[in-house]
């Protein structure tokens, strides 16, 4: 889930049980969509920027398109 105000990405169960911070570092994260590698492309509003994240640690890989 993005955490819009918590400024990161968080992980749930199926049945809404909270399970971890995934990963962090953002700046008002608004969405994102899986690559056919399985990292992440996360929206960051407040940099805007869209953020590559690594699938297997949750660290952010670079910017996929750079703010501007």
Do not use: C, H
């Amino acid at each position: 889930v993005a955490n819009f105000t918590g400024n990161n990405i968080t992980r749930y169960d199926s049945l809404g049980n909270f399970l971890s911070i995934y990963s962090q570092g953002y700046n008002s994260p608004e969405g994102f969509a899986y690559l056919p590698n399985e990292n992440l492309l996360i929206g960051d509003r407040g940099s805007g920027a869209i953020k590559n994240v690594n699938s297997a640690n949750g660290l952010i890989s670079n910017d996929f398109v750079m703010s501007g």
